[in-house]
């Protein structure tokens, strides 16, 4: 079975411009959550679907991320315009239902650098 | 609020060695579920194990065991004969139920394991 799907894998560029992150949940799964993961903070949560409806985005960091869940198998993350402290590796993971009981499961992330 | 602290920042052994990584977590609520992760060094976050509150009897699954000990909030994780392929940063995590119905996953911020030949 394929697991969560995550493109690109790696991502260089420049400052101020537009970086699209894109991620294909388990099928099957109701929820997806977008995470970052830099030395400093570790692990974020930046947002989180259920159902493709965003229920809590609290952890994005300013206006310039963004968020959509078009369909059930299908999300992104856009950061426009990216800078230099942008550059981590952004995960996405999808669980089966909403509820404390889920496991996430993880793709293998993307490593954005921005320069 | 949730708290989950992994006090290890990095653990080195040697193969064959027994190894234990600690978790303690904090969380106000009777039920919540713990659960390990694993990231070796290709970078992709591994499903390890979930445990829920109500269930205190430890586990075993090959070399890897995990005790659950609720009177001092710990979900502790023991490699038993370390190999080379343990290598990796281990999380410790903590979810808990919201008002709303949904939940979160408080990650902690892992332990860097090196298993030297």
């Known amino acids: 079975d394929a697991g969560v799907i995550q493109s690109p894998r790696h991502e260089v560029t420049e400052m101020g411009q537009e970086v699209t992150l894109r991620c294909k949940p388990i099928?099957?799964?109701?929820?997806l959550f977008w995470y970052r993961q830099t030395m400093m903070r570790g692990l974020e949560l930046l947002i989180y679907?259920?159902?493709?409806?965003?229920?809590?985005d609290s952890g994005m960091p300013e206006d310039r991320f963004s968020a959509k869940m078009p369909n059930a198998s299908f999300s992104t993350l856009k950061i426009q315009p990216s800078e230099p402290r942008d550059s981590a590796v952004y995960f996405c993971?999808?669980?089966?239902?909403?509820?404390?009981?889920?496991?996430?499961?993880f793709g293998p992330g993307t490593r954005l650098l921005v320069l | 609020a949730q708290k989950v602290t992994q006090a290890q920042t990095e653990i080195s052994v040697v193969e064959k060695e027994d190894v234990t990584l600690d978790c303690v977590y904090e969380?106000?609520?009777?039920?919540?579920?713990l659960f390990w992760y694993k990231q070796p060094p290709s970078g992709e976050l591994v499903f390890l194990i979930r445990?829920?509150?109500?269930?205190?009897q430890n586990e075993i699954s090959g070399r890897y065991s995990w005790n659950f000990q609720k009177s001092t909030s710990s979900f502790n994780f023991t490699i038993t004969a370390s190999q080379v392929v343990d290598s990796a940063v281990y999380f410790c995590?903590?979810?808990?139920?919201?008002?709303?119905?949904?939940?979160?996953?408080?990650f902690g911020k892992g332990t860097m394991l090196l298993v030297s030949p």
């Open positions: 993971a999808s669980s089966l239902g909403a509820g404390s009981q889920e496991t996430q499961y």
């Open positions: 099928s099957g799964h109701n929820s």
């Open positions: 679907f259920n159902n493709n409806v965003p229920i809590d």
């Open positions: 969380t106000r609520d009777t039920t919540y579920y």
């Open positions: 445990r829920n509150s109500f269930d205190e």
């Open positions: 995590a903590l979810s808990e139920a919201l008002n709303s119905g949904y939940s979160t996953l408080t």
